[in-house]
Nanobody, 115 residues
Framework: QVQLVESGGGLVQPGGSLRLSCVAS????????RAWYRQAPGNQRELVAV???????NYAESVQGRFTISRDNAKNTVYLQMNNLKPEDTAVYYC?????????WGQGTQVTVSS
């Protein structure tokens, strides 16, 4: 089992920045990928960014150039730095990891971009 706890969400004005964190605990060895997803009201959950165990990253087109995913293995933490936030980025953001073919999810953290 893997437990994930996200933090860092909140209310921010358009153009602002936030950094989300996700701390993993439990059976964290052999995690292959770490990712951030988001889900806005009425929408399906969508992939925002992913980082592999080898450090390769990939982003949704809508956040390319504004968001950065990174990890700190010593702290078992994955981050999502979000810059130049837009109202359409408003959603609940979920941390996700894959280990032994099983997906694990955090509880989600709300990000609201509004003036």
């Amino acid at each position: 089992q893997v437990q994930l706890v996200e933090s860092g969400g909140g209310l921010v004005q358009p153009g602002g920045s936030l950094r989300l964190s996700c701390v993993a605990s439990g059976s964290i060895f052999s995690i292959t990928t770490r990712a951030w997803y988001r889900q806005a009201p009425g929408n399906q959950r969508e992939l925002v960014a992913v980082i592999t165990s080898g450090g390769l990253t990939n982003y949704a087109e809508s956040v390319q150039g504004r968001f950065t995913i990174s990890r700190d293995n010593a702290k078992n933490t994955v981050y999502l730095q979000m810059n130049n936030l837009k109202p359409e980025d408003t959603a609940v953001y979920y941390c996700n990891v894959v280990r032994a073919g099983i997906r694990y999810w955090g509880q989600g953290t709300q990000v609201t971009v509004s003036s």
